[in-house]
T-cell receptor, first 116, second 113 residues
Framework: GAVVSQHPSWVICKSGTSVKIECRSL??????MFWYRQFPKQSLMLMAT?????????EQGVEKDKFLINHASLTLSTLTVTSAHPEDSSFYIC????????????FGSGTRLTVV | AQSVTQPDIHITVSEGASLELRCNYS??????LFWYVQSPGQGLQLLLK??????LVQGIKGFEAEFKRSQSSFNLRKPSVHWSDAAEYFC???????????FGKGTRLSVIA
């Protein structure tokens, strides 16, 4: 079946540094990927929609300069948290679509980011 | 915009008892409906989904859900809960096509002996 690999599964970084999270579709081409953020004991909030070869579409309130999304190929989307601060600590999850249909929502296993 | 409401933040059931988790959606047309389960610190696992057809959907792990258009609901049920079912459950909706899932706030399920 469709598999999305997300790395790293967890990362600890110092304030002010940048962290890159990768989301790869292993056995299918994902023209669209979604990035979610989840605070402890809360729901998943959509951050942005990433389309291959074009700029990401960010949800209201999400800082596009802080959360850089790149979808340069049909199998890879990356989320870079720039100049990270402790309040950026969260669980980040990516999701990829297969064939532009809701049949193909596949989620990565998530990345736990801790900024110290 | 579509939205999803899960009225119950936390539910506790005894092992072997039946379970129903509520989900209501707000959307003009028939949306695509999903239930996911998440264990602590883990990603999401799809339990079941509804697009069209039979309104009673069977999923994995013995779960089922029923789509009721008149009530804008998609409640998740299981006839006999196991201790391993303790987790967070999310209902989600999509408009279809190239749109993202919108999640409810989730219901945490605790299972007691």
């Amino acid at each position: 079946g469709a598999v999305v690999s997300q790395h790293p599964s967890w990362v600890i970084c110092k304030s002010g540094t940048s962290v890159k999270i990768e989301c790869r579709s292993l056995d299918f081409q994902a023209t669209t990927m979604f990035w979610y953020r989840q605070f402890p004991k809360q729901s998943l909030m959509l951050m942005a929609t990433s389309n291959e070869g074009s700029k990401a579409t960010y949800e209201q309130g999400v800082e596009k300069d802080k959360f850089l999304i790149n979808h340069a190929s049909l199998t890879l989307s990356t989320l870079t948290v720039t100049s990270a601060h402790p309040e950026d600590s969260s669980f980040y999850i990516c999701s990829a679509m297969l064939d532009r249909t809701p049949y193909g929502y596949t989620f990565g296993s998530g990345t736990r980011l801790t900024v110290v | 915009a579509q939205s999803v409401t899960q009225p119950d933040i936390h539910i506790t059931v005894s092992e072997g008892a039946s379970l129903e988790l509520r989900c209501n959606y707000s959307y003009g047309a028939t949306p695509y409906l999903f239930w996911y389960v998440q264990s602590p610190g883990q990603g999401l696992q799809l339990l079941l989904k509804y697009f069209s057809g039979d309104t009673l959907v069977q999923g994995i792990k013995g779960f089922e859900a029923e789509f009721k258009r008149s009530q804008s609901s998609f409640n998740l049920r299981k006839p006999s809960v196991h201790w391993s079912d303790a987790a967070e459950y999310f209902c989600a909706v999509a408009k279809g096509g190239n749109t993202p899932l919108v999640f409810g706030k989730g219901t945490r399920l605790s299972v007691i002996a």
